[in-house]
C-alpha cells in the first residue's frame, strides 16, 4: 500500500498562494456564510478562515442561526454579490433541513463563487471551457496525478449518490480521455468495480470500501469522512485493511480534505486577481 500524502501537496500549494497574495495591492477577501452549529461545518470554516490568513487571505465568517429565514440568507448573499470589497463568497454546506440549499447556491454570482458549484461552471466546462474548478474535484486530480496511473484509456469509478459533485468530476476525468462510470453505494457492479484503475469513494459509510471490492493495484481516492466509535475520523476505507494490497490511496485525515482547503485558497486568489 502506498499512501498519497495530500497534506505535503496542500502546504506546497498553500505556500505558492501565499506568495502570489504578496504581490497583490490589496489583499483578497473571502466571505463564509455558516448556518446552524453542526460540529463538522465549524470545523471546516474554522480550518479554511486559518489558511486563508495564513497565506494572507482575508476570511470573514459569518455564523448565523439554523432558523435563519431563506429570505435572510438570499439577502446577505445578494449584499455580498454587489459589494465590490468582497472577492469571493463561500456557503458552507450542507446547510440545515428546511434551507433551500441549491438555490442559495445558484444565488451567488459565477464571478465570485469560490466553491465553484454554481451551474455555470458546469455548463462551461460541458463546453470544453474552464471557468472555476470546484476545489474538491481539482484535489481529486492532483492527488491523481502523484500516482503512477496514467488517465487516457484508463477505467474509473465515482462511487457516490450525489450528482453535485459526481457528475462535474465525470466530465473532468472524462475530458482527460478516462472511461468513468457513476455507481450509486447501493447500485455497484462488483465486477466493475473490481476492475477499475480508479476508485473515487464519496459514500459516506464507516468501512464501506474493503480490498476484495477494488483490484489490487487501484488507486482510491477516498472523500468519505466518517466517525468510529472511539470518535476519530475514517474515511470510507480502513487503511489497515490495505496494508498488504498494492493500492494507491490517500488516508483520511490527510488526503482530499487538505488539498479542498489549499485549492480554495487558489480559487480565491485567481478571482481576486481577475477583479482587480
Known amino acids: 500500500m502506498q499512501r498519497i500524502d495530500g497534506k505535503r ?10 506568495k502570489e497574495v504578496q504581490t497583490l495591492k490589496k489583499a483578497p477577501v473571502l466571505n463564509v456564510l455558516l448556518v446552524g452549529e453542526d460540529p463538522a461545518s465549524k470545523l471546516y470554516v ?5 489558511a486563508g490568513e495564513e497565506a494572507g487571505i482575508t476570511v470573514n465568517i459569518h455564523h448565523l442561526p439554523a432558523e435563519t429565514p431563506d429570505e435572510q440568507l ?11 470589497s468582497v472577492d469571493g463568497i463561500l456557503i458552507q454546506v450542507p446547510l440545515p433541513d428546511g434551507h433551500n ?3 442559495l447556491t445558484k444565488s451567488i454570482s459565477p464571478e465570485k463563487d469560490a466553491d465553484g458549484f454554481h451551474p455555470s461552471h458546469f455548463e ?40 453535485t459533485f459526481a457528475a462535474p468530476l465525470q466530465r473532468l476525468l472524462g475530458t482527460a ?49 466518517n466517525k468510529t466509535r472511539e470518535g476519530k475520523t475514517q474515511g470510507d476505507a480502513n487503511l489497515k485493511t490495505f496494508e498488504n494490497t498494492d493500492v494507491w490511496i490517500t488516508p483520511v485525515p490527510g488526503g482530499a480534505g487538505p488539498m479542498t482547503i489549499a485549492l480554495l485558497l487558489k480559487n480565491v486568489l485567481k478571482i481576486a486577481k481577475s477583479r482587480a
Open 74 to 84: 438570499f439577502d446577505l448573499v445578494e449584499a455580498w454579490n454587489q459589494d465590490p
Open 101 to 103: 440549499q441549491d438555490e
Open 124 to 163: 462551461a466546462l460541458k463546453q470544453g471551457k474552464i471557468t472555476i474548478i470546484p476545489p474538491v474535484h481539482e484535489g481529486i486530480l492532483r492527488l491523481i496525478n502523484e500516482t503512477p496511473l496514467k488517465l487516457a484509456g484508463a477505467q474509473g469509478i465515482i462511487l457516490s449518490k450525489s450528482e
Open 9 to 18: 501537496l496542500a502546504q506546497t500549494i498553500r505556500e505558492e498562494v501565499k
Open 177 to 225: 480521455g478516462m472511461s468513468i462510470e457513476v455507481m450509486p453505494p447501493d447500485e455497484i457492479d462488483e465486477e466493475q468495480l473490481k476492475e477499475a484503475d480508479l476508485v473515487v469513494s464519496a459514500v459516506g459509510k464507516l468501512n464501506f470500501l474493503k480490498p476484495d471490492m477494488v483490484r489490487d493495484d487501484a488507486v482510491i481516492i477516498d472523500i468519505g469522512t
Open 46 to 50: 474554522h480550518l479554511k478562515k486559518k
